[in-house]
């Protein structure tokens, strides 16, 4: 979930993540629809996800006791880069201590994983071309503040659309894979 200016911190809830003095938690709030609805109800199957510290502080406090909403969540592995954290008492998770923990998990057989939040985590794995896919939410509001998704800057990479739409309130649906390197050319020759 993205703003058009890139944010993508709290955007769940006024209380989600404060830091940096961000005042406009709960942003995507007023842009729930039933076409929104049906497209988040197909990403919250069950998958196992890699979070970072503060984004599983953050998950790990509310999803545990709701469930109902996101079964999944309980029920799929939690990887966890952290340099701090070995321990939790949500089930299913397991600490990595770095991109080469990632990189040995990315190789390994089975679910998809999937990163939800967890911003400085993102850009790490961009940086270090472990990206294979891209499932953003593009919102029609500009924050001016926050986390951005590529605050840190990415290497270059080319991606193809492999699915998109558009929510009756005006939030892009856009899903893309990795497509190699960047072309270059001259428009118009």
Same mark, same amino acid.
């Given at each position: ?33 039933? &076409?929104? %609805? ?5 990403? $919250? /199957?069950? @998958? !196992? ?8 502080? #953050? ?39 770095? &991109?080469? %923990? ?5 190789? $390994? /057989?089975? @679910? !998809? ?8 985590? #993102? ?67």
């Amino acid at each position: 979930m993205i703003s058009l200016d890139g944010v993508m911190q709290a955007p769940g809830g006024p209380q989600e993540d404060t830091s940096g003095g961000f005042k406009y938690g709960g942003w995507t709030a007023s842009y729930g629809d039933e &076409v929104f %609805g049906k497209a988040i109800q197909e990403e $919250l /199957e069950p @998958a !196992d996800y890699l979070l970072g510290r503060k984004t599983f502080e #953050i998950f790990a406090s509310y999803w545990p006791q709701h469930a109902d909403f996101w079964p999944g969540i309980n029920e799929g592995a939690k990887y966890v880069l952290s340099q701090t954290m070995e321990r939790s008492d949500w089930k299913n998770t397991i600490f990595l201590k770095s &991109v080469d %923990g990632i990189k040995k998990l990315k190789n $390994l /057989e089975g @679910a !998809d994983i999937q990163v939800w939040g967890s911003s400085k985590l #993102i850009q790490l794995l961009l940086k270090h071309d472990l990206v294979d896919e891209l499932r953003l939410k593009v919102y029609p509001v500009t924050l001016g503040e926050g986390k951005r998704l590529f605050e840190g800057g990415a290497i270059p990479a080319a991606f193809t659309l492999t699915e998109s739409q558009v929510t009756t309130k005006g939030v892009i649906l856009a899903n893309y894979k990795r497509a190699g390197e960047v072309v270059t050319g001259t428009v118009g020759a």
